[in-house]
């Protein structure tokens, strides 16, 4: 009886999903499309990171390594600095981002092979300060300056190299210079705002969690759409079981959400190349029972809240603010540490973060989670239960 | 059969809002296999009275059986045996008239032959064949109110529960929907239907004659025409605007009414007739015809309006 409720209720539902154009595309492809537009925003088009240099050397070869890196697509020389007050000024102000440092000597350095076979400490030196408040961008520079100038000091090493050779070194000598080469430079990187610069690893799994609440924020409207179209009336008329009612409607979100849940796997793998370390069986079992609880919420907020606007609004603030804060879209996690208490919140959307993370990166199991699963478990299953109690059969 | 007993309902009254009283102090039984007409203007209480009885509005006092189930205890298993045609059009606008209807057949677990059968005999009934795959919004309003009905009567119930199917639908679609009812009717069904038109009202067995939330006469068309003290005048003359002008302070003369080129006068007796010809002779009017009618719901409904109103001030009053 209730088995036949609800899949009449799922129907219908499936058939005003796939009715409504714009509900079909959120449904079926929002999460996913959500999740590579973010990603790609945020890890692509990193380009002309504006860039000062502190050159403490003043050689003719250190003025070429600033030509060669503000040769790159990446950075952006803007200039020179003269003092260390004065580069911290400009990070302050926000006028540049990443400051490289090149130490007295580093010109007579890279000139003969001495400091080739001695110490890493004797090593050309740099150092690099970057602001890491927007984290792809300040990884992807902070990679091109050490990637340039490491080719820069190979490249003058091996000329020097080259040179003794032609001028009869001992053939093993050369060979162990040429070994030494192939870490030639001593680099020392101060991250000013974010110290282990956060990837895009972090926010692909973070963001799939976040895509995912789209179905709960569309499910959040619909007792609210029943009202307003005015069948309400007359479905409550009918002798159906109102918890079929409920479970209907959440049938074919919960079944957009796992075809979702497996198309994000599949970009994040694919596209993103972030890597599993979890159990995928776990994986998409947890998935399903992030999806219930979101979906829960949104059942219960489309019983509560009388118009679909406002039933929009709280999803919104209910499930994505959260999720988009602690995902370190805008603000690095670590640049401002409030936002950690965020994940000390009970809300769906953390524990879905924290279990995609988890098993994304750090290979974590059911063990290690088992806070966040029953988390999960309590807001599906009171959600749901509480719902059912509030969704009374009358019109007012 | 529906038994009503001292209903009330009453809306707001909280956060400040004006308190309305929907329904006051209800009283009403209904025979099974009646044809019951619930009459009234609007904001009368008829759409209330249906939803309790539907099982979907809570009265805020009383009770209400239908089929001996409580209207509050046993909502649900009233639902099972009664059809709801709401006031508003209820089905999905985005499905089509086909989807709407399997919706439906699902809902009451009509499946397989026996549901492509009884939605030929419904879509047969109420002439909606050629529209089968046309979108809830896209019929018109008596083609809605029409799918309404078929849906309403998918599961053959016992009782059905119509709320003014024949409003803003036009007059061929309305005698179409009459006739339908009158059949349900003729097949046993009990039927109880609301309308704010008088001469729809004629055609139901018995009527409720409802306003402001109240019962002021409940029988047959017939009795309740006969309650009328006096009788009907039809009135026929050459200024007829002059004539009601004249006739409003003749004493004796309860209600005018013109109709076309027709005046109903609703009188004390007889003898106001002869009073009538004087004065309008008087005023220089033409009489053409003066003859007795016989009177029609709309003027009693009109006179225990007023009737009902006066006592209620002095009620108030006193
Ligand atoms: N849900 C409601 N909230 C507030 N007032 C209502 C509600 N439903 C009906 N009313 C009021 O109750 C009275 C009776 O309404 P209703 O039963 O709809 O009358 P009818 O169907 O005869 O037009 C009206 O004054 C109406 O404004
Ligand atoms: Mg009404």
Redesign the pocket.
């Known amino acids: 009886m209730t088995n036949r409720h609800m899949m009449a209720i799922a129907r219908k539902e499936w058939l005003h999903i796939t009715r409504d154009p714009m509900t079909i595309f959120l449904l079926a492809i929002g999460p996913v499309l959500m999740l590579i537009l973010v990603s790609y925003a945020m890890a692509t088009d990193v380009e002309n990171v504006p860039t000062v240099i502190y050159d403490l050397d003043q050689s003719e070869l250190s003025g070429q390594l600033a030509d060669e890196l503000d040769a790159t697509n990446v950075l952006d020389v803007q200039g020179y600095v003269s003092s260390e007050a004065a580069y911290q000024d400009k990070l302050e102000r926000r006028k540049t981002k990443l400051v490289v440092i090149i130490e007295e000597g580093f010109g007579e350095q890279i000139s003969t092979l001495d400091g080739l076979m001695s110490l890493e400490t004797a090593k050309p030196k740099f150092s690099f300060v970057i602001d890491g408040t927007d984290p792809i961008s300040a990884e992807t520079a902070l990679e091109a300056a050490m990637k340039t100038s490491e080719a820069f000091v190979t490249g003058q090493l091996g000329a020097v190299l080259d040179e003794q050779q032609a001028a009869g070194m001992a053939d093993d000598l050369i060979t162990l210079y040429r070994l030494q080469l192939e870490s030639p430079i001593n680099t020392t990187v101060e991250n000013r705002y974010n110290p282990d610069l956060k990837a895009i690893w972090d926010l692909v799994p973070a963001m799939i969690a976040v895509a995912l609440v789209l179905p709960g924020m569309s499910i959040s409207t619909v007792i609210a759409r029943e009202r307003s179209e005015g069948t309400l009336e007359a479905l409550v008329a009918t002798p159906i079981n109102k918890h079929a009612i409920l479970l209907g409607k959440s049938l074919p979100y919960m079944i957009t959400s796992l075809i979702n849940v497996c198309l994000m796997y599949v970009v994040a793998r694919v596209v993103f190349d972030v890597p599993f370390r979890g159990s995928l069986p776990l994986y998409l079992l947890l998935s399903a029972l992030y999806a219930f609880a979101t979906l829960s919420i949104g059942l219960l907020f489309s019983i509560l809240i009388p118009s679909m606007e406002a039933a929009l609004w709280a999803s919104m603030m209910f499930f994505l603010f959260p999720g988009v804060l602690l995902s370190g879209m805008f603000f690095p996690v670590d640049v401002f540490p409030f936002l950690v208490k965020i994940e000390t919140i009970e809300l769906p959307v953390v524990s879905g973060v924290i279990i995609n993370r988890g098993m994304f990166l750090q290979g974590v199991g059911a063990r290690e989670l088992w806070w966040n699963i029953v988390v999960l478990l309590i807001i599906a299953l009171e959600g749901f239960e509480i719902a059912g109690r509030l969704f009374k059969k009358r ?2 | 059969m529906i038994q009503i007993q001292n209903l009330n ?4 009254g909280r956060f400040r ?1 004006a308190k ?4 006051a102090g209800l009283d009403l039984t209904i025979q099974p296999g009646e044809l019951f007409g ?1 009459v ?12 309790i009885l539907a099982g979907i ?1 809570k009265p805020s006092s009383g009770t209400a059986t239908v089929n001996g189930h409580d209207v509050v205890d046993d909502a649900e298993a009233i639902k099972q045996e009664l059809g709801y045609m709401p ?1 508003q059009f209820g089905l999905y606008p985005a499905l089509t008239v086909d989807e709407n209807l399997n919706f439906i057949c699902d809902v009451f677990g009509v499946f397989g032959n026996a549901r492509e059968q009884r939605i030929q005999e419904l879509l047969d009934f109420t002439n909606l064949h050629e529209f089968r795959g046309r979108l809830g919004r896209q019929l018109s309003g008596g083609m809605q109110k029409k799918l309404s009905l078929t849906a309403a009567l998918v599961h053959h119930p016992k009782v059905l529960l119509l ?2 199917p024949t409003t803003g639908v036009d007059p061929v679609a309305r005698r179409e929907f009459w006739d339908i009812l009158t059949m349900l009717h003729t097949e046993g069904s009990t039927v109880i239907v ?1 309308t ?1 038109y008088m001469d729809e009202a004629e055609r139901c067995n018995r009527v409720g004659l ?1 306003y402001d ?1 109240q019962l002021m006469v409940c029988d047959t068309p017939n009795a309740v025409k006969r309650m009328l003290p006096g009788m009907m005048f039809a009135l026929r003359a050459d200024n007829l605007m002059l004539a009601e002008n004249v006739l409003k302070t003749v004493e004796g003369i309860h209600d005018i009414q013109p109709y076309g080129d027709v005046l109903n006068l609703l009188v004390e007796d007889e003898s106001v007739g002869t009073r009538i010809t004087a004065c309008l002779h008087d005023a220089g009017v033409k009489i053409e015809s003066l003859r007795p009618a016989p009177p029609r719901l709309e003027e009693a409904f009109i006179y225990f309006v007023r009737q009902f109103s006066t006592n209620h001030v002095q009620e108030v009053s006193a």
Do not use: Y
């Open positions: 019109i007012a | 309902r009453h809306f707001g809002q309305v009283s929907a329904i619930l009234g203007p609007d904001g009368a209480g008829k759409t209330t009275t249906l939803r509005l006031q709320d003014e609301s704010p409802m939330g």
